[in-house]
């Protein structure tokens, strides 16, 4: 005859698993933390099937996100490792996805190019956009914390109001060298017909404010800086590809009455310096890149020791 100890045990293992649903669904946060590992190991051991309810809450900058268990997961990376990779392996761009669920992040790389065919459409909508940018802003990292990059969103008429603009600072600056102007002409229509522009800066005070902090490291902050809003176009225009967007990179405020009268249309602080523009929209037919490009050779460009 089981002893009382042993009918405990059993009875636990078949309700512990029910009060967490329970506990899940009006603490979620202590349950992702505390209780469902827990639960998971005791719903193995009596054969249960996972439930499918959310699973998960991650908080984000404007709502609380639930993560389904029947969401679709995103694989990190590939595990085939680089030297077992054929060329095509490491250089053909995977076909343009629906959603960035629906590849790993390994492709979503591999995705971004830099195309020029593009349109006035987008297969996500204006609020997903966003949203995209904020989290970047989020979970981006910087040196010391210091969050130095800033973002300037443009879409629609203001997308259109900003290439505008700079056609007309360049074709100022370009003065009476007619040739210089028709050459680059062409290729500002072609920005403006797309959808929207992401415009990075770089917050000057906050860089000052972190050099008078840190004196030790005051002349390498203005480059971490840039590594940081380096890090900031890349996960954009990844992201951006990966919903199925085209995009690419500009940075034409080397015309320095670009950045002066973007400051003020749309009262961009004076302490923000402008360093890029990533333009995006829907693809034209034929206009996302199917050819590899020329890469040299992971043999001469990465090295590696103790594997």
Partial sequence: MPSRSSILILISCFLIPFLALYLQQLFPLMYARLLRPISSRLTTSSNLSKPKTPSLILSTSSSLVPISTTTTTITPFSTTPISK??????????????????????DAIKLRRSIYALNNTSPISNEKIVQIVKDAMHHVPSSFNSQSARLLVLLGADHTK???????????AAG?????????????????????????YEDSATVRQFQDKF?????????????????????????????????????????????????????????????????????????????AKEKKSTDETVKVFGA
């Avoid at 210089?180 to 990075?200: C, N």
Wanted: charge should be negative; charged fraction near 20%; include cysteine.
């Fill in 85 to 106: 990779m054929s060329s095509s392996d490491q250089q053909q761009p995977p076909s343009a996805p629906k959603a960035l669920s629906s590849i790993s992040f390994s």
């Fill in 162 to 172: 900003f290439w505008e603009m700079a056609m007309s600072c360049h074709h100022e």
């Fill in 176 to 200: 009476s060298d007619t040739a210089k102007w028709e050459r680059t002409k062409p290729r500002m229509e072609g920005l403006k017909k797309a959808y929207g522009t992401i415009v990075f």
């Fill in 215 to 291: 004196p030790a490291y005051h002349d390498i902050f203005p480059e971490w800086s840039v590594q940081s809003g380096g890090m900031h176009q890349f996960v954009l225009w990844t992201a951006l590809e990966a919903e199925g967007l085209g995009a690419n990179l500009q940075h034409y405020q080397v015309v320095e009455s670009v950045s002066k009268k973007a400051s003020e249309i749309w009262g961009v602080d004076k302490d923000w310096d402008m360093a890029a523009q990533l333009v995006f929209g829907g693809v034209e037919d034929g206009g996302r890149p199917t050819e």
